[in-house]
Every structure is written in structure tokens, then in C-alpha cells.
């Protein structure tokens, strides 16, 4: 009986263990094949059956892709881009969840809730007045016009109004009875201990403008302002496309965001779990 009961533990075990590998290789395979695909000709890439080994073509690729559309411009760009957004979004969104989870004012509930429902508001329907206050102001093709929309991000504001609800009210008021002022709370006392919820907000505010398409396509005029996704739809062409270069474009607009992503990881995955919870 009890040689049985292993057993089927054992076979229970194989059995995760094995739907876990299929999952992983399945999961794993799409970057595999990126970055095989950057190493190789584009006709290798459309070859019957496909290329599945590492070729002699990356530097090539890597050549031609900048003689392309100036790659290293375009990363400057998504990098400078990305990282002001995350920076001035995450101040915005953080003082707004603030005052959302620890203020009592007038209207409060009905503002977070038209804030809310504005997530329901597809993206598109706004690109028109968007665009046409831009060119009212001669904002369009520059870093201002890319950055400044979307700045408060709500479901940024929702994630962080979750974390600043958990804490607790008791500590809020022991510090403004020691005498410390409203702007000292919340960066000496409230902010160092929302780690966790940052590091996950800064990851999801990164991604969502790293990989931002369709407005960069309609406030950029010039290829000296392309970032990643609108410089990487300017390599499908109408009777040709080089895979090769563009599997090396993908590869390398991919590389920055596993690096955020590897580096915040751990605060992202806490985070997440603490606001499931919360």
C-alpha cells in the first residue's frame, strides 16, 4: 500500500513536471526563435523548413538595421521617452493615490470613480483632441507631445491607492502629533515602506509607453524622433521585408524591458501579491 502511494506520487510529480517543461519550451521558444531570426538572412527565415540554428548574419543584420533607420537614435529615444514618463507618471499617480486613500474631501468617491471609468474610454477615441491640442500649441514631432499624454495613468493610481489604504491610519497620526508636516509623512514615513508597489506600478508604466504605438505614430513628423514601435513598422515594406532585420529590432527593443523587469522583479512579484491581498 504504502510502495503504491508513492508511486503515484511519483507519477504525479512526473506528470507537473513534464506539463510545466511543454509550458516553459512553449513559452520560451517565441525568444529563441527572435533571436535566431536576428543571426540569419531573411531568406533562411521564410525557408521550408524554417532556420532553427544561430547563423553568421548578426553583425550584418545589426549593420543594416541601423543603416535602416538609425537604431541607436530610435533606442535613445524610447529610452529617454520611457524613463521620463515612469519617473513623472509615478510622482503623479503616487500623490494622487495619496490623496485617494488618506484624505476625506468633497466629492472624493465620485472622482475616483469617473477616474476609473475613464479606463473604459478606448485609447483611440481620444488620439483626435489629443492630436489637435498638440498642434495648437506647435508640441507636435517633440519629447513633450510623446510623454505628456496619459501622464495620469489610473490604473497606476488604482494600484497605488491600494498599497497607501493598508497603511495604517495610527501611524499617519502619531507623526502629525510629533509635529511633522504633510509633505515630510509621506516621503520619510509612507513612501520607503511602498517598495513593492512602485517597483510593480514603474514596471507596468514602463511597458505601457515602451510599447506605446499608435499615438508616437501620429505626434512624430520626423525620423530623428522614431521610437522602437513606430521605427519597427517602418521595416515591413510592400513587396519586401528583410526578417532578418527586423527579428534583430525586435531582439533588441526587447533586451530593456527584461532588464527592468529582471531588476524589479522581485519588488514587482511582492507588490502584486500584496495588492491581490489588499
Known sequence: MKQST??????????MYTLLTVFLIISVFPFYWMIVGSTNTSDKMISSPPTLTFGGQFMENLVNLNNSVGIWRVMFNSL????????????????????????????????????????????QATI????????????????????APQLCYPFAIFLMRQNFLAFPDSLLESA????????????????????????????????????????????IRSEEMYTFPVALSTLN????????????????????????????????ISGMLGSAVK
Do not use: C
Open 6 to 15: 508513492t508511486k503515484q506520487r511519483l507519477l504525479a510529480k512526473l506528470g
Open 176 to 219: 502629525r502629533l510629533d509635529g511633522a508636516h504633510e509633505f515630510k509623512i509621506f516621503l520619510k514615513i509612507v513612501l520607503p515602506s511602498m517598495k513593492p508597489a512602485l517597483a510593480a506600478t514603474s514596471i507596468f508604466l514602463f511597458m505601457y509607453q515602451w510599447n506605446n504605438f499608435m499615438w508616437p505614430l501620429v505626434a
Open 237 to 268: 515594406g510592400v513587396s519586401y521585408t528583410d526578417y532578418g532585420q527586423m527579428m534583430m529590432g525586435i531582439s533588441l527593443a526587447t533586451v530593456p524591458i527584461i532588464i527592468v523587469f529582471l531588476i524589479l522583479q522581485k519588488h514587482f
Open 128 to 147: 483626435i483632441p489629443l492630436f489637435q491640442m498638440m498642434a495648437a500649441y506647435g508640441l507636435l514631432d517633440t519629447y513633450f507631445a510623446l510623454i
Open 80 to 123: 529617454f521617452v520611457a524613463g521620463m514618463y515612469v519617473v513623472i507618471a509615478l510622482i503623479v499617480s503616487t500623490a494622487a493615490a495619496y490623496a485617494f486613500a488618506k484624505f476625506r474631501f468633497k466629492g472624493q468617491n465620485t472622482i475616483f470613480i469617473i477616474m476609473i471609468l475613464s479606463m473604459m474610454i478606448p485609447y
